[in-house]
Structure formats: structure tokens, C-alpha cells
């Protein structure tokens, strides 16, 4: 009995002294409470912070998916958890949907993520135990994962702008937990998916990690140093990839030159924390090599290109460059407001208008008498020195990607004359001794 008394004060004053430096300051505390007995004890634990930190504000959150017929009562539970406890709770009701391959498990996680990046407190503290970290390592090992994903869970991030997610349980497993919420006559639910071995997580739990455990008694604390370390590996690796990134970096994407004067490893991290700076995810590691093949390889006017579910990845004359996916049609007509060489921004195109006085171009007259674009419909024809080039000849040759050449816009003249294809030729009839030369300045990300 002496054993069981000691236990509770320990647990409590590993947490209060292990508190982050990075959570000073801050007051309000939401938990994001099951009704599970992971997410009991923490709620527990942190009452008892709040005890001897009087400042401390403490709610906690319940997420409703409805995805199990006792969802109802998982909420109850939690109600009456927090009346007993004092602590404020708020029930969030969520509409699970998985689409595009996802599970139903990585739906029901993003929905509860947006409710915690809604929570109106500073920090919202999750109860993921050592077990669970150990099972996480393991888990992104058997799907292949690099450094970043082997460091699993880190115990304080960014949830969103002001708020912080912090897991302070990551350090202690779970047969401590139930030892401590046991000794307090605490009550938790159990979620009964949790025992089906058809999701990875549960077969890992029940199936392997116990004999597992029987060979070697220390593999958590042993996953878990292993994370600490994949995590100092994947912060170093992304403090290079940075400063590749900020020298790599050109006006519309990245700089060909820059990039492949890097050892191989080093163009796949730039790469990667380009694609994670823009927001999408990473390739496959095949596909991801070999698009930095050709792009090493390709003559100067071709175009490889990597298509990836937000949009393509291209080579473009001497950059990288990323186009979104959803590009709309360009407009069927648009008039050139004239401004005396000023560019014209042009969304609606996906780019913007410039110009240019060289010592031969359009003269200003042709530009202030009714110019528009229009985009290529096929078969046209700019005047030249010789004859008339072929419009899809001229951007083949000046190295457009396919992609953008449907969309590149064609300067008309008032009467309906093809003065030019932007930032590539003019037509020679039109063209004046000195003039202006259109520039189209396609915007990629």
C-alpha cells in the first residue's frame, strides 16, 4: 500500500517538474479528453497542477465522431469526469467523412485537429503515452519512413498561429497510467474498435508488441530514444535543406544550376522542402528521383515534368517551377488596356504582361488602337523575316512545357492581325525599327 501512496506524487511532480520553458507564461490549458484512460489521467494530473499553479486555466474537449453506437455514452462519461473534477468541457460534434483512399481513421484524426486548431485556449495537451510512441516508430518504419517520420511525436509544436499541442505523457507508458488512475478511483470507457487487429495500430498492440515485450522488456524507452534521435537527425537535415533552399531559390521556382551543383542527397531534401514550404505533399521516392534525373539530363528545350495530386512539378528553360493543378481555362477574349509600357497583371491568364522597348517592337499605335489576347486555338501563323512560323513551332522551340503552352496568350490587333507571341517573337510586318516588345511572365508558386 506504501508503494501504491508514493506513486501518485511522483507521476504528478514529473509533470509539474518537467514543464516546458516554452509554456510559461501561457495559462490556459484545454485537454483533449476521450473518456479513454489515457486521456483520464491526464486531465487528472493536470487538475493537480492546477492546484498548486492557482493561474492555471484548464477546460477540456470532447470530439463526438458518432462513428460508434456507444458515442452518446463516451460523452456522458466525460460530462460527469468533469463536473466531478470542476473542469469546464465543451462536446464538438463532427461529421466523419474519408474520401481520395484515406481511411476512416486519418479522417477521424483531421477532424479532430480542426477542433483543437478552433480551441479558443493557448495550449491544447494531448495524452499520448510511451506505448503509443513506440507504436508510432514502428509503424512508420514498416511504411518506410525517413528521419522526419521516425521521430514520430514530438512532445510540444505549433498547432496553429498562437497555439501550441503539447504531449506531456510521452515519456511515461501506460501501465503507469492505469497504475495511477486506478489508485484514484477513476473511471474510462473503451473504445471497441480499439480491439480490432484489422488497423495496424491494434494488431501491433495486441499481437506483436506482447511478445515483443517478452524478449525484450525495454523496447518503449528504447523506440522512444531512437525518435529523440531521429528527431535531432530530421532537424538537422531540415536546417540544411534550408539554406539549399534559400540558395537555390529564382524568381519563379528554383534555379537549375543552384540546385544541381548539390550532391544527389542534398537535391532531394531542397526538393522536399520546397514542396513542403508550398503546401504539398512529398512524392514517391522513385518518382521524386527520377524527375531530378531528367531534369539533370534533358536537352535545354525539353520539359520534364512530375505530376503529383496538387499540380506538376516542371523544368522551364533554366528554373524548376510548380504549377497548381487547378488551372482555369484562360478567357476566350480580353482587351489590352494600353498604359504606355506599364504591365498588365492578368489572373484571369495566370501570369502578367509586360513589356519591353527594344530596338525593334511594336509601335505604341498598333497597342492604343484595340489590341487583345486571345489563346491558341490551333493552325496560327506569325509573320516572319521568311514566310510565317508555325505559333506552336515558336513555343515548342523556346522550350515551353506542353503545359503552359495552351495557355500562353496571342497579342491581336485591331484588325485581327497576330502581332505577337509574348516573350517570344513579334511579327516582322508589324514590327517598327524601335518598339515594344510584350513579355508574358507566367506566375507559377
Given at each position: ?280 505533399p512529398a512524392p514517391e521516392p522513385g518518382a521524386l528521383l527520377e524527375f531530378l534525373r531528367q531534369a539533370e539530363h534533358a536537352d535545354q528545350g525539353a520539359s520534364p515534368v512530375l505530376k503529383l495530386p496538387q499540380g506538376c512539378l ?132
Amino acid at each position: 500500500m506504501a508503494a501504491s501512496r508514493k506513486t501518485q506524487p511522483e507521476l504528478a511532480d514529473s509533470l509539474i517538474k518537467h514543464w516546458p520553458d516554452e509554456l510559461s507564461g501561457l495559462f490556459a490549458f484545454e485537454v483533449g479528453l476521450s473518456g479513454g484512460l489515457d486521456s483520464v489521467a491526464l486531465l487528472s494530473l493536470l487538475c493537480e497542477a492546477r492546484e498548486r499553479r492557482p493561474a492555471l486555466a484548464l477546460s477540456a474537449v470532447h470530439v463526438h465522431h458518432g462513428l460508434s453506437s456507444n458515442a452518446d455514452a463516451w460523452a456522458g462519461h466525460c460530462r460527469a469526469l468533469c463536473d466531478s473534477l470542476g473542469v469546464p468541457l465543451r462536446i464538438e460534434r463532427v461529421r466523419v467523412r474519408a474520401g481520395g483512399g484515406e481511411s476512416i481513421e486519418a479522417a477521424a484524426r483531421e477532424a479532430r485537429y480542426a477542433v483543437y486548431r478552433h480551441s479558443s485556449a493557448d495550449v491544447i495537451a494531448l495524452a499520448h503515452h510511451q506505448d503509443d510512441q513506440a507504436e508510432t516508430v514502428l509503424l512508420q518504419l514498416l511504411r518506410g519512413g525517413g528521419a522526419r517520420a521516425l521521430a514520430a511525436m514530438p512532445a510540444l509544436r505549433e498547432l496553429s498561429a498562437g497555439k501550441l499541442l503539447w504531449r506531456p505523457l510521452l515519456e511515461i507508458p501506460r501501465a503507469r497510467l492505469e497504475a495511477y488512475v486506478r489508485e484514484r478511483g477513476l473511471s474510462w470507457v473503451d473504445d471497441e474498435s480499439n480491439l480490432d487487429t484489422r488497423y495496424r495500430r491494434n494488431l501491433l498492440r495486441h499481437d506483436i508488441l506482447p511478445r515483443l515485450e517478452r524478449a525484450l522488456p525495454h523496447y518503449r524507452s528504447h523506440l522512444a530514444r531512437a525518435a529523440m534521435l531521429q528527431a535531432d537527425a530530421a532537424a538537422i537535415l531540415d536546417e540544411v535543406a534550408g539554406q539549399d533552399l534559400g540558395a537555390c531559390q529564382a524568381e519563379n521556382g528554383l534555379d537549375c544550376a543552384q540546385l544541381l551543383a548539390l550532391s544527389a542527397p542534398r537535391r532531394r531534401q531542397v526538393l522536399l522542402a520546397w514542396l513542403d514550404a508550398l503546401g504539398w505533399p512529398a512524392p514517391e521516392p522513385g518518382a521524386l528521383l527520377e524527375f531530378l534525373r531528367q531534369a539533370e539530363h534533358a536537352d535545354q528545350g525539353a520539359s520534364p515534368v512530375l505530376k503529383l495530386p496538387q499540380g506538376c512539378l516542371l523544368r522551364f528553360a533554366d528554373t524548376l517551377q510548380a504549377w497548381p493543378k487547378a488551372l482555369a481555362e484562360p478567357p476566350a477574349f480580353t482587351a489590352l488596356l494600353w498604359r504606355g509600357g506599364d504591365a498588365q497583371p492578368l489572373p484571369e491568364w495566370g501570369g502578367e504582361l509586360a513589356w519591353e522597348w527594344r530596338d525593334r517592337g511594336l509601335p505604341a499605335e498598333a497597342l492604343e488602337n484595340g489590341a487583345s489576347l486571345t489563346p491558341r486555338r490551333g493552325g496560327e501563323k506569325l509573320s516572319a523575316r521568311v514566310g510565317r512560323r508555325e505559333v506552336k513551332d515558336l513555343l515548342r522551340e523556346a522550350g515551353v512545357p506542353p503545359l503552359l503552352r495552351r495557355r500562353w496568350p496571342l497579342l491581336y490587333g485591331a484588325d485581327g492581325e497576330l502581332l505577337a507571341v509574348p516573350g517570344i517573337a513579334v511579327s516582322h510586318r508589324a514590327a517598327a525599327e524601335a518598339g515594344w516588345w510584350p513579355v508574358w511572365r507566367p506566375a507559377s508558386l
